[in-house]
């Protein structure tokens, strides 16, 4: 009977650290990611409502502001999935 066993191997702590901070990172650049889709969510909704009801912007800008505080949640989506590729290369080559 095969009895299963711990093979890992110890982490040095500079790897460790570098997979902490780019941790840390990450974190942080979901928070403001989160922050950053509530409030452009709510200017997109002021823009829509005064530009629709209102009348208030001409065509081009209505969809200019419109693309402009939708793409600035995607960008910081980009670079979140960017950080968290780049930790899990960091996590399997230190493992």
């Known amino acids: 009977m095969n009895t299963p066993t ?4 110890p982490v040095e ?4 650290n570098a997979v902490m901070a ?20 709510v200017i997109t909704l002021v823009i ?13 800008a209505y ?3 419109m693309g402009i ?5 995607a960008g910081a989506w980009i670079v979140e999935r960017r950080q968290e590729r780049g930790l899990r290369k960091k996590v399997v ?3």
């Open 63 to 65: 969809w200019f502001s």
């Open 22 to 41: 780019d941790c840390m990172a990450l974190e942080h650049v979901r928070v403001f990611r989160k922050l950053l889709v509530k409030r452009c969510g």
């Open 93 to 95: 080559k230190s493992s």
């Open 69 to 73: 505080f939708v793409l600035t949640p």
């Open 6 to 9: 711990n093979a890992a191997q």
């Open 48 to 60: 829509s409502v005064s530009g629709v009801l209102l009348g208030l912007l001409h065509s081009f």
């Open 13 to 16: 702590a500079d790897q460790l």
